[in-house]
C-alpha cells in the first residue's frame, strides 16, 4: 500500500484541458472517490496516475517515489474499467491468476491467492468458467478480484458498477466497501453515482472543468458545499436554490420574504441587494398543508410517490418561474395544483453569491 499524490498536475491537449493544475494527496490506505460531470477530466485523472496518459505538468508520486517516468506495468497499481475487460479465452481462475503469473510468482503461492480472493469474492463455484459463462456481475467480480489478487499497492476504479443492474450495483458496492475494510488498498474511485460517493469514500474529490472544486468528507461536502456547483451536484434530489436578495433584515422572493438567521448577517453585509441564491435541501423544508402566516405559498405541480415518501416538485405561489423540490411523508400526498405553505429550517440555508456561484456562509459552520 502506498500514498498517492499529485502535485499540481495538468494535461493539456492541443484542443483543451482535461486537467487543470490539480493537486491532492490520497492517503496510505484510504478510499477516495473522485466525482464530477462528464468530460470534467475524471478518467484523465485516473489513467495519469495507472500510467495510461501522461501529465504536461506536474508530479505524480505512489509512495515515495515520483512515478512520471515510470511506465504502467512498474507502477504496481491494479485499474478495474467499466468493461471489465477479461480475457475471453481464460478460466475464472486462469483471469485470477493472470497478474500473478506475470510477476512470475510460485504455483503454490498463486493458487493460495487466488482461492482467498475467490473465497472473499463468492467465486468458487465459477471457477472453471469462461467469462462468457457468467453473468454482468459475476464478469464485474471477477475483474475485482484479479485486481485484489496481484495485491497492489493501490487500485484505481472507473465506474466499476455502471454495467451493473440496480440491485447487483448495490450489493456489489457493499462488496467493495468490506473489501477495502479486509485488503485496505489505498483506492481512487471515479464515478457519476452520488450513493457510490457517499457511502464509499472516506474523501470526496469534486472535480468540474478540469479544477478541483472542493475535497472533504461525504458530510462535509453534503452539509458544507463550497460552491453552487457542489451543491447541485451532491444530493439526490438536489439542493434547492431560489434567486433572491438580502434587504438588510430578511431574503426577499416577490411578494415574500425569508427571515435572515443571526449567524448569516454579519458575511451578508456586503451583499445588500447583490443577486443570492438561497439554498435549501429538501429534507430541510417544512411542509404544512395549509399554508398560513409566516410561510412561502408554494403550488403543487408533480408528484412522485416513492413508497415511503413522496417527491414533491412545486413552484413558489408568488413566482412561477422559481420552483422547489420536497418532500412529504407517504401518507401525506398532495395533488397537482394544491397550494401548501412551507417553512425552510432557517439554520440549514446556505448562501451562494449568484454573481460567482461561492457560498457565502461557508467557513461559518460546523459539519
Ligand atoms: P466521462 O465521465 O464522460 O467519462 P471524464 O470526466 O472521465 O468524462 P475525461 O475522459 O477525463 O472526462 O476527459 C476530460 C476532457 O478531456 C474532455 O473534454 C475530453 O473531451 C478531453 N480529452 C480526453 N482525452 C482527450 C484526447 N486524447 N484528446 C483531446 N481531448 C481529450
Known amino acids: 500500500?502506498?500514498?498517492?499524490?499529485?502535485?499540481?498536475?495538468?494535461?493539456?491537449?492541443?484542443?483543451?484541458?482535461?486537467?487543470?493544475?490539480i493537486t491532492f494527496e490520497i492517503p496510505d490506505g484510504e478510499f477516495w472517490v473522485l466525482v464530477g460531470p462528464s468530460g470534467c477530466g475524471k478518467s484523465t485523472v485516473l489513467r495519469m496516475i495507472a500510467g495510461l496518459d501522461f501529465p504536461t505538468q506536474g508530479e505524480i508520486y505512489i509512495g515515495p517515489q515520483c512515478v512520471n517516468d515510470v511506465p504502467a506495468r512498474n507502477r504496481d497499481v491494479a485499474m478495474v474499467f467499466q468493461n471489465y475487460a477479461l480475457y475471453p479465452h481464460m478460466t475464472v481462475a486462469e483471469n485470477l491468476a493472470f497478474g500473478l503469473k506475470m510477476r512470475q510468482i510460485d504455483r503454490a503461492q498463486i493458487q493460495q491467492r487466488v482461492g482467498t480472493v475467490a473465497e472473499s469474492l463468492d467465486l468458487k463455484h465459477l471457477l472453471n468458467r469462461k467469462p462468457k459463462q457468467l453473468s454482468g456481475g459475476q464478469q464485474q467480480r471477477v475483474a475485482l478480484g484479479r485486481a485484489i489478487a496481484r495485491n497492489p499497492q493501490v487500485f484505481l476504479l472507473d465506474e466499476p458498477l455502471s454495467n451493473l443492474d440496480a440491485q447487483l450495483r448495490d450489493d456489489t458496492r457493499a462488496e467493495?466497501?468490506?473489501?477495502?475494510?479486509l485488503f485496505g488498498v489505498t483506492t481512487l474511485y471515479v464515478t457519476?453515482?452520488?450513493?457510490?460517493?457517499?457511502?464509499?469514500?472516506?474523501q470526496i474529490v469534486v472535480l468540474s472543468q478540469g479544477q478541483i472544486q472542493q475535497i472533504g468528507t461525504p458530510q462535509a461536502i453534503y452539509r458544507r458545499p463550497c460552491n453552487r456547483m457542489v451543491a447541485s451536484?451532491?444530493?439526490?434530489?438536489?439542493?434547492?436554490?431560489?434567486?433572491?436578495t438580502y434587504d438588510g433584515d430578511a431574503f426577499q422572493l416577490k411578494d415574500q420574504h425569508i427571515p435572515c438567521p443571526a449567524s448569516l448577517r454579519p458575511v451578508l453585509k456586503s451583499f445588500l441587494d447583490h443577486p443570492l441564491d438561497l439554498g435549501i435541501r429538501p429534507e430541510h423544508i417544512q411542509v404544512s398543508p395549509n399554508w398560513s402566516d409566516g410561510m412561502i405559498a408554494i403550488t403543487v405541480d408533480l408528484v412522485e410517490p416513492l413508497g415511503r415518501d413522496n417527491l414533491i416538485r412545486a413552484y413558489l405561489a408568488s413566482d412561477t418561474s422559481q420552483s422547489l423540490t420536497l418532500v412529504t411523508q407517504g401518507e401525506f400526498l398532495p395533488q397537482p395544483g394544491d397550494r401548501l405553505g412551507v417553512s425552510f429550517v432557517l439554520d440549514q440555508m446556505i448562501i451562494f453569491d449568484a454573481t460567482t456561484g461561492a457560498a457565502l456562509s461557508h467557513d461559518d459552520r460546523s459539519v
Open 1 to 21: 500500500m502506498a500514498r498517492v499524490l499529485l502535485n499540481n498536475v495538468a494535461r493539456r491537449f492541443s484542443t483543451a484541458t482535461a486537467v487543470d493544475n
Open 176 to 181: 467493495l466497501k468490506r473489501l477495502h475494510q
Open 192 to 202: 457519476h453515482d452520488q450513493t457510490e460517493a457517499m457511502t464509499l469514500a472516506d
Open 233 to 244: 451536484f451532491l444530493g439526490s434530489p438536489p439542493m434547492n436554490l431560489l434567486r433572491t
